[in-house]
């Protein structure tokens, strides 16, 4: 569960804005504005603050309750901006279109398709095989794999397998694509490890206890570690002023408050 002794909102408003912001295509001022109407002063720079730190955390946690995924993998790269130049999004999905694993990298490259490889395989197991475009850095990067393994992963290089991984990649476009650009890397990696696993909740990938009867913030609230009161929407609190703002920051950053 978040540790949010420290906070000056409850849980349940720092939910609500960084679910809001890694689901749907709304900039922190269009999620300062939301709250506002439902009686919740709150800065867009908060909401910022909160998705860096807490999405991360959320994706960590909801990890632990992933399913297994299959044997055959699509892999591709998509591009996200940052400061208004393209990094890379790598992502693989398997032949149902369930999300295998994501990473965000720098450059496209050999070494970067293989950090992807390692971090993949890790957490999901060795594939069967993987299905790829045409690029030479990641085929280099499953030959360098193969080349330590008694049994080699089988490669397939053909546009057309690679259809249900670059349709998947609307998903998340969708959401980063009214965001412009971010700001910062970190930024970039913080919000993306929250968009993922919403996508992922989506396409029921995760084991929560009765899930079946449960709304989709329910679901991201329970891998939160966090039982989602039904009225949590309906509270009323206090407008906060600039110094309870500014002590907001302070227990993120862990600056002290002037």
Not at 3 to 15: D, G, Q, T, W
Not at 25 to 52: C, F, K, T
Not at 103 to 125: E, I, Q, S, V, Y
Request: aromatic share 8%; charged share 30%; hydrophobic share 40%.
């Amino acid at each position: 569960m978040l540790n949010l002794k420290s906070m000056r909102f409850p849980i349940e408003v720092i939910l609500i804005c960084v679910r809001w912001y890694a689901v749907y295509p709304l900039s922190y001022r269009h999620i300062e504005e939301i709250m506002e109407e439902r009686g919740v002063s709150v800065d867009h720079s908060s909401i910022n603050r909160w998705a860096i730190r807490f999405l991360p955390l959320i994706e960590k946690m909801a990890r632990k309750h992933k399913r297994p995924v299959g044997g055959s993998w699509r892999m591709d790269e998509t591009y996200i901006k940052v400061k208004r130049v393209w990094k890379y999004l790598y992502r693989a999905v398997d032949k149902q279109g369930k999300t295998v694993d994501f990473l965000l990298t720098a450059k496209r490259d050999m070494a970067a398709a293989k950090r992807f490889f390692d971090k993949a395989m890790g957490t999901n197991g060795d594939p069967d095989k993987v299905a790829m475009d045409k690029s030479g850095a990641n085929k280099a990067a499953i030959d360098a794999i193969n080349a330590g393994r008694a049994v080699p992963i089988l490669v397939r290089q053909a546009k057309y397998l690679n259809n249900i991984v670059e349709q998947d990649h609307r998903a998340i476009k969708r959401v980063t694509k009214p965001m412009l650009n971010f700001k910062s890397f970190r930024a970039a990696g913080s919000v993306l490890a929250g968009i993922e696993p919403i996508h992922m909740i989506r396409k029921g990938q995760f084991t929560i206890d009765g899930a079946d009867p449960m709304s989709f913030a329910e679901q991201f609230s329970k891998l939160a570690g966090m039982v989602r009161p039904a009225s949590a929407s309906k509270c009323s609190y206090r407008e906060i002023s600039p110094l309870d703002q500014q002590r907001d920051r302070t227990c993120l950053t862990g600056q002290r408050a002037e």
